[in-house]
T-cell receptor, first 112, second 114 residues
Framework: QKEVEQNSGPLSVPEGAIASLNCTYS??????FFWYRQYSGKSPELIMS????GDKEDGRFTAQLNKASQYVSLLIRDSQPSDSATYLC????????????FGQGTTLQVKP | KAGVTQTPRYLIKTRGQQVTLSCSPI?????VSWYQQTPGQGLQFLFE???????NKGNFPGRFSGRQFSNSRSEMNVSTLELGDSALYLC?????????????FGSGTQLSVL
């Protein structure tokens, strides 16, 4: 089992729809969870962080965490073509100063 | 503030050679992490340095090594290069206050092994 798993996609949604991206992780003791966005040919950039169970909203983005199910998700409301990118889930394994492990990433395509 | 700087941007080597990549973190950041990115494997964790000490290590062979200097600049070295080492090597720095809350990535070094 991979430490952080994501469906590679591509996930295709029409403009204005909600995009839902999912991630599972193996380390039950993980405390820190992140979503990074990577445009083609660019480096990853952080868009959301979440540490507690529940939802965290930031603009059009909502991160959801369920530690009991070892599951993290990212919702993008009112998806725009500019949201087309690869979304990487990252989890800190082995405590908060542990290594940050990334999933394979999910490619999102938003069609006008 | 200047961002994370990686040099060189591109590198071409042949099998069996060794290579050294350099990373200058954002001023004030004490944690530097290295990742290998390939289309098939995604972003894979190599190692992380904090205050000149290797704090975390990934599952790469001993040919991959790194170090961090007192000014937080970091280098990684790959000895006896193999074709499979061709990849984008990304360095990321973090303020580590109180922990690696946010990584800032450099533009990477694209290594091609022929």
């Amino acid at each position: 089992q991979k430490e952080v798993e994501q469906n590679s996609g591509p996930l295709s949604v029409p403009e204005g729809a909600i995009a839902s991206l999912n991630c599972t992780y193996s380390d039950r003791g993980s405390q820190s969870f992140f979503w990074y966005r990577q445009y083609s040919g660019k480096s990853p950039e952080l868009i959301m962080s979440i540490y507690s169970n529940g939802d965290k909203e930031d603009g059009r983005f909502t991160a959801q965490l369920n530690k009991a199910s070892q599951y993290v998700s990212l919702l993008i409301r009112d998806s725009q073509p500019s949201d087309s990118a690869t979304y990487l889930c990252a989890v800190t394994l082995g405590g908060n100063t542990g290594k940050l492990i990334f999933g394979q990433g999910t490619t999102l395509q938003v069609k006008p | 503030k200047a961002g994370v700087t990686q040099t060189p941007r591109y590198l071409i080597k042949t099998r069996g050679q060794q290579v050294t990549l350099s990373c200058s973190p954002i001023s004030g950041h004490r944690s530097v992490s290295w990742y290998q990115q390939t289309p098939g494997q995604g972003l894979q964790f190599l190692f992380e340095y904090f205050s000149e000490t290797q704090r975390n290590k990934g599952n790469f062979p001993g040919r991959f090594s790194g170090r961090q200097f007192s000014n937080s600049r970091s280098e990684m070295n790959v000895s006896t290069l193999e074709l499979g080492d061709s990849a984008l090597y990304l360095c990321a720095s973090s303020a580590d206050h109180p922990f690696n809350e946010k990584l800032f990535f450099g533009s990477g070094t694209q290594l091609s092994v022929l």
